[in-house]
């Protein structure tokens, strides 16, 4: 499975938006993209913790961003 920037690099399109995970409940976590807080369902990911990057596309996290792009990815948003 390629990553959301993998996917990107390789010419696929990437509908997702990137969010930054601030905090877990249940199956559910609170997510701030570009300064908009908004909850969204997190089951199909495993190990998330407050501070990692997801994509989030429909309201749910579909893939969580790796760390190796985090770096570029917080240099994008700035």
């Given amino acids: 499975m390629l990553s ?3 996917e990107q690099e390789e ?3 990437c509908v997702g938006l990137p969010a930054r ?3 877990l409940k249940g199956n559910m976590a609170v997510v701030d993209a570009s300064g908009a807080k908004r909850e969204v ?3 199909l990911l495993e ?3 407050p501070g990692d990057y997801v994509m989030v596309h429909a309201g749910m996290a579909i893939a969580k961003i790796q760390d190796e792009e985090n770096e570029m ?3 994008l948003l700035k």
Avoid: F, H, K, R
Wanted: glycine share 12%; aromatic share 0%; hydrophobic share 45%.
């Fill in 73 to 75: 990815l917080e240099d």
């Fill in 21 to 23: 995970v601030m905090n």
């Fill in 11 to 13: 010419g696929s399109m």
């Fill in 4 to 6: 959301a920037v993998q």
């Fill in 41 to 43: 369902d997190a089951q």
């Fill in 47 to 49: 190990g998330l913790e």
